[in-house]
């Protein structure tokens, strides 16, 4: 297919662009994807988290977080024929200093998951597989870390089932894959939109100054979102630099999150992450600042203080001022939807993401409540 017979241009080729038009694919969409090499772009750099659990959201910011991570296993099993190592991380255990003292703070702290996601067995059927009977997030003491993960210093914990972490590197790969080979999707990934025009219809020019048009543009190019001229408004997108590391390590069999820092142990490393800096599109990697995730680590798991550092490098973080995206329609035109701006959470908000901004694409029932991430949030005037 060829892209002037798309019916939707996905504007951005990480994970929100390659998820959502894999969902275009799916359902026979004629799709057409534009990327570019961004030095730093989150999707690749990420750690993979997929913690909901995690902070403090509104109910319904968290059902639309919950409902993403109940989405996952059979999205992954969909995806695993593109990347066959691709596996989901199970369990992530909290060892930050929001912990309460006692385990009857629990239950109101951190609502089951069941109870947050009350649509789920019509609008996402794999739910039960996500959260299994008997699986809730639940109150450890130091003796109960100790023997869950050896290497962690003994504290007390909350251990979330249902949370984890997935390899991201893979899951971007399999998506690429997916979208690559769907006889309905084209994808570019060296000529990005520089920019649009919606006075006659919905039409983009690329870098190479290629001009396309479609029904609908969706932009979901991440922190550069807002680099693409022509959009009806200013996007409050901004670049959120973090710095990572990975050790050369086994000694963890579960994610972690501390008070500042948090480690994802894939195959035979640990990623580390992360620092948060508003430092535009810079990506260099400051040595002091690993040495100061590299001591965190340290006093979570002890053992870390023999483990050759393996790399070190930087991501850039789609921020907006409230941290959640920008999901949904331009209040002035139905044929720009935004999928934008998911600051940390853009692995784990992919597939109710994709599912969401497919549905808005076509015309069809949204099976998730995309409401609280409209852009109007940042409107001072209509």
Same mark, same amino acid.
């Given at each position: 297919?060829?892209?002037?017979?798309?019916?939707?241009?996905?504007?951005?080729?990480?994970?929100?662009?390659?998820?959502?038009?894999?969902?275009?694919?799916?359902?026979?969409?004629?799709?057409?994807?534009?990327?570019?090499?961004?030095?730093?772009?989150?999707?690749?750099?990420?750690?993979?988290?997929?913690?909901?659990?995690?902070?403090?959201?509104?109910?319904?910011?968290?059902?639309?977080?919950?409902?993403?991570?109940?989405?996952?296993?059979?999205?992954?099993?969909?995806?695993?024929?593109?990347?066959?190592?691709?596996?989901?991380?199970?369990?992530?255990?909290?060892?930050?200093?929001? $912990? #309460? !003292?006692? =385990? +009857?703070? *629990? %239950?109101?702290?951190?609502?089951?998951? @069941? /109870?947050? $996601? #009350? !649509?789920? =067995? +019509?609008? *996402? %059927?794999?739910?039960?597989?996500?959260? @299994? /009977?008997?699986?809730?997030?639940?109150?450890?003491?130091?003796?109960?870390?100790?023997?869950?993960? @050896?290497?962690?210093?003994?504290?007390?914990?909350?251990?979330?089932?249902?949370?984890?972490?997935?390899?991201?590197?893979?899951?971007?790969?399999?998506?690429?894959?997916?979208?690559?080979?769907?006889?309905?999707?084209?994808?570019?990934?060296?000529?990005?939109?520089?920019?649009?025009?919606?006075?006659?219809?919905?039409?983009?020019?690329?870098?190479?100054?290629?001009?396309?048009?479609?029904?609908?543009?969706?932009?979901?190019?991440?922190?550069?979102?807002?680099?693409?001229?022509?959009?009806?408004?200013?996007?409050?997108?901004?670049?959120?630099?973090?710095?990572?590391?990975?050790?050369?390590?086994?000694?963890?069999?579960?994610?972690?999150?501390?008070?500042?820092?948090?480690?994802?142990?894939?195959?035979?490393?640990?990623?580390?992450?992360?620092?948060?800096?508003?430092?535009?599109?810079?990506?260099?990697?400051?040595?002091?600042?690993?040495?100061a995730l590299r001591r965190a680590a340290i006093e979570l798991v002890p053992a870390l203080a023999d483990a050759p550092i393996t790399r070190t490098w930087a991501g850039i973080r789609p921020a907006t001022p409230d941290m959640l995206p920008i999901l949904g329609p331009d209040p002035s035109s139905n044929r720009l939807l935004y999928a934008c701006g998911h600051s940390k959470n853009g692995i784990l908000l992919a597939p109710a993401t994709a599912i969401s901004i497919a549905a808005l694409a076509t015309g069809d029932e949204v099976p998730l409540d995309v409401s609280p991430f409209s852009v109007?949030?940042?409107?001072?005037?209509?």
């Amino acid at each position: 297919m060829s892209a002037e017979n798309a019916d939707v241009i996905v504007i951005g080729d990480g994970v929100i662009g390659l998820s959502t038009a894999f969902e275009l694919g799916r359902g026979g969409v004629r799709c057409s994807v534009f990327g570019a090499v961004n030095h730093g772009a989150a999707s690749g750099a990420a750690a993979g988290l997929l913690a909901p659990s995690i902070g403090k959201l509104r109910p319904d910011v968290k059902t639309f977080f919950d409902a993403s991570l109940a989405l996952y296993p059979a999205w992954v099993d969909e995806l695993r024929q593109y990347e066959p190592e691709l596996t989901l991380l199970e369990g992530l255990l909290d060892v930050s200093f929001l $912990i #309460p !003292s006692s =385990p +009857s703070a *629990i %239950p109101k702290l951190i609502p089951s998951a @069941p /109870s947050v $996601i #009350p !649509s789920a =067995p +019509s609008v *996402i %059927p794999s739910a039960p597989s996500v959260i @299994p /009977s008997g699986a809730r997030d639940r109150f450890l003491s130091a003796d109960d870390v100790s023997r869950l993960e @050896p290497g962690v210093s003994p504290r007390r914990a909350v251990f979330y089932p249902n949370d984890g972490a997935i390899d991201n590197g893979l899951l971007v790969r399999a998506l690429r894959r997916a979208v690559a080979s769907s006889p309905s999707c084209t994808l570019s990934s060296d000529d990005p939109v520089i920019s649009i025009d919606l006075a006659s219809g919905a039409r983009i020019r690329t870098q190479s100054g290629a001009v396309h048009e479609a029904e609908r543009l969706i932009i979901a190019a991440g922190a550069w979102s807002p680099h693409v001229t022509g959009l009806p408004r200013q996007l409050p997108v901004v670049p959120l630099k973090g710095q990572m590391l990975a050790v050369r390590s086994t000694a963890l069999q579960h994610a972690v999150m501390g008070d500042a820092i948090y480690l994802v142990p894939r195959r035979d490393e640990i990623v580390i992450g992360a620092t948060a800096e508003h430092a535009g599109f810079d990506t260099t990697v400051a040595p002091e600042s690993i040495e100061a995730l590299r001591r965190a680590a340290i006093e979570l798991v002890p053992a870390l203080a023999d483990a050759p550092i393996t790399r070190t490098w930087a991501g850039i973080r789609p921020a907006t001022p409230d941290m959640l995206p920008i999901l949904g329609p331009d209040p002035s035109s139905n044929r720009l939807l935004y999928a934008c701006g998911h600051s940390k959470n853009g692995i784990l908000l992919a597939p109710a993401t994709a599912i969401s901004i497919a549905a808005l694409a076509t015309g069809d029932e949204v099976p998730l409540d995309v409401s609280p991430f409209s852009v109007r949030r940042f409107l001072t005037a209509e």
